[in-house]
T-cell receptor, first 114, second 109 residues
């Protein structure tokens, strides 16, 4: 247990569906991250929130929409996804995104887009 | 561009020693991290190097040479549970982590 939980663990959706991924951290951290992990590729940073403010959007398509209501919760809203969006989506947290500290990861959501 | 290179896959024998290399080219340097990721699980932090030299932590050690843009993770007395992917990540001048694709380590009895 890393102190970061993600739900659901697995998700299958059609290209016209709308779904949301949820992440919660119990570590008292101020920064939260969304990553995309595809097989045999480096982790791709998608979004960064620091003290609930989005500080990084790494040229992510608008079909991915993040939401951070407070420092402990992070959502990723999905709509009209493409099959190439199938991947493992990892949430992470750290003390502060402006100081390079250890990131703690959740177990991820395995997403399959049909 | 910025990139991290590490071998895709390595195989080693239980009880042996294995060294996983990582070379990097980034805009600035603010430390190098190693993470372990078992299949289907979250990456977990192993080590952090910001100065040149060797950092030892039990069976695992990590080495850094900033002038060569090079690091390695050394695993001793390998156990079957060490079968996992090992991710190298470098902090750049913008305090962003640049990740390698990971090295899948297979341990054989």
């Amino acid at each position: 247990e890393t102190g970061v939980t993600q739900t659901p663990r697995h998700l299958v959706m059609g290209m016209t569906n709308k779904k949301s991924l949820k992440c919660e951290q119990h570590l008292g951290h101020n920064a939260m991250y969304w990553y995309k992990q595809s097989a045999k590729k480096p982790l791709e940073l998608m979004f960064v929130y620091n003290f609930k403010e989005q500080t990084e959007n790494n040229s992510v398509p608008s079909r991915f929409s993040p939401e951070c209501p407070n420092s402990s919760h992070l959502f990723l809203h999905l709509h009209t996804l493409q099959p190439e969006d199938s991947a493992l989506y990892l949430c992470a947290s750290s003390q502060d995104s402006l100081a390079l500290g250890t990131q703690y990861f959740g177990p991820g959501t395995r997403l399959l887009v049909l | 561009g910025q990139n991290i290179d590490q071998p895709t896959e390595m195989t080693a024998t239980e009880g042996a020693i294995v060294q996983i290399n990582c070379t990097y080219q980034t805009s600035g340097f603010n430390g190098l991290f190693w993470y372990q990721q078992h299949a289907g699980e979250a990456p977990t932090f192993l080590s952090y190097n910001v100065l040149d030299g060797l950092e030892e932590k039990g069976r695992f050690s990590s080495f850094l040479s900033r002038s060569k843009g090079y690091s390695y993770l050394l695993l001793k007395e390998l156990q079957m549970k060490d079968s996992a992917s090992y991710l190298c990540a470098v902090g750049n001048s913008n305090y962003q982590l640049i990740w390698g694709a990971g090295t899948k380590l297979i341990i054989k009895p």
